[in-house]
């Protein structure tokens, strides 16, 4: 999707920021509950305003947000009370959470420095299928031998031409499987989710990856 489509969809609000959730996702709980953040450095990809980033906070060492819309960022810190300095290029820290208002194609490891864990929640299914190769080249270059990518999309009929786009195990397999081992952790068929009715979907499944780059 083209910039401007995603500074748009925050000006507008309401179902065009429908990814933005007011409670902790469950996936980020059970990878709390697991450890997988204890000490880590980790990246949040797309981020918005998610109340998924300070409680990581509460576990891991450091987390790193990056967000192309300014008017996200302002209203994260604004929402959440917490006091950012902002360094340059528009990085805005506060304690261990830093947020880099910037377009994700464009930083770099240097950047970004070393990566435990990245924490893919409704980034992937954001694009359209034919911007998703670049995507996952970009990410897979900010980790590095060892890091664990915890991935979560929602695979759906029919497709839809806007996001969130459709994303199954198989597309996954695909995308990272020539730089990642690939356990499928989660199936969650969602018949109540909003989008089965609103889109008259045949069926919704959410999913969970747990990826470990070799």
Request: with cysteine; proline share 8%; hydrophobic share 40%.
């Amino acid at each position: 999707m083209e910039q401007q489509f995603w500074v748009d969809s925050w000006d507008e609000g309401g179902t065009k920021t429908s990814f933005h959730l007011r409670d902790v996702h469950e996936h980020a709980a059970m990878l709390a509950s697991q450890g997988v953040l204890d000490g880590a450095r980790v990246l949040v990809p797309l981020c918005g305003k998610s109340v998924d980033l300070p409680y990581f906070a509460r576990y891991a060492r450091e987390v790193i947000g990056v967000e192309l819309v300014p008017r996200a960022v302002t209203e994260f810190f604004d929402e959440t009370g917490l006091t950012p300095v902002e360094g340059p290029s528009g990085v805005f820290t506060a304690g261990n959470l830093t947020i880099h208002c910037a377009d994700l194609f464009a930083l770099t490891p240097a950047a970004l420095g070393p990566i435990d864990v990245v924490y893919d929640r409704a980034s992937l299914i954001a694009f359209p299928p034919d911007m998703r190769d670049r995507y996952v080249t970009a990410l897979t270059a900010l980790t590095r031998p060892g890091t664990r990518y915890w991935i979560n999309t929602l695979e759906y009929r029919p497709a839809l031409p806007s996001p969130p786009f459709s994303v199954g195990p198989a597309d996954i397999e695909a995308y990272f499987g020539a730089a990642f081992d690939i356990d499928h952790v989660r199936r969650d068929p969602r018949p109540g989710h909003r989008m089965v009715e609103k889109f008259a979907l045949d069926f919704l499944i959410e999913h969970g990856f747990m990826l470990h780059r070799r």
